[in-house]
Nanobody, 134 residues
Framework: EVQLVESGGGLVQAGGSLRLSCAASVFDFDDYAIGWFRQAPGKEREEVSCFSSRDGTTYLADSVKGRFIISSDNAKNTVYLQMNSPIPENTTVYYC???????????????????????????WGQGTQVTVSS
């Protein structure tokens, strides 16, 4: 059983910065793809960014490209989402998810960063609220 614990959410001013963390309780961290997703009230959950622990490749959704950065500390089994210059529209709950790369049709984060790639065989955290004030 993989457990994911998100932290770092909170209130941030537009134009500021915030770093979310996702700590994964896995033995073989390199064998998992990690993703950040978000879901606003009344909307479908959408991808934000994904990361391959195996080779360090990343994917960022167009809406956050140039502002958000995904990175990891493999020694700590932790993936980070650095949110730079967030905007009020980024206010929502952010979720971390993990899935074994062997379950992906394509291990590249660019090709496998959709909610469906992490469901139903993946693992999800409880979410962390991010509120961006204007």
């Amino acid at each position: 059983e993989v457990q994911l614990v998100e932290s770092g959410g909170g209130l941030v001013q537009a134009g500021g910065s915030l770093r979310l963390s996702c700590a994964a309780s896995v033995f073989d961290f390199d064998d998992y793809a990690i993703g950040w997703f978000r879901q606003a009230p009344g909307k479908e959950r959408e991808e934000v960014s994904c990361f391959s622990s195996r080779d360090g490749t990343t994917y960022l959704a167009d809406s956050v490209k140039g502002r958000f950065i995904i990175s990891s500390d493999n020694a700590k089994n932790t993936v980070y989402l650095q949110m730079n210059s967030p905007i009020p529209e980024n206010t929502t709950v952010y979720y971390c998810a993990a899935v074994s790369v062997v379950l992906l049709r394509n291990p590249s984060p660019r090709e496998s960063c959709r909610v469906g790639d992490f469901t139903p065989m993946g693992y999800w955290g409880q979410g962390t609220q991010v509120t961006v004030s204007s």
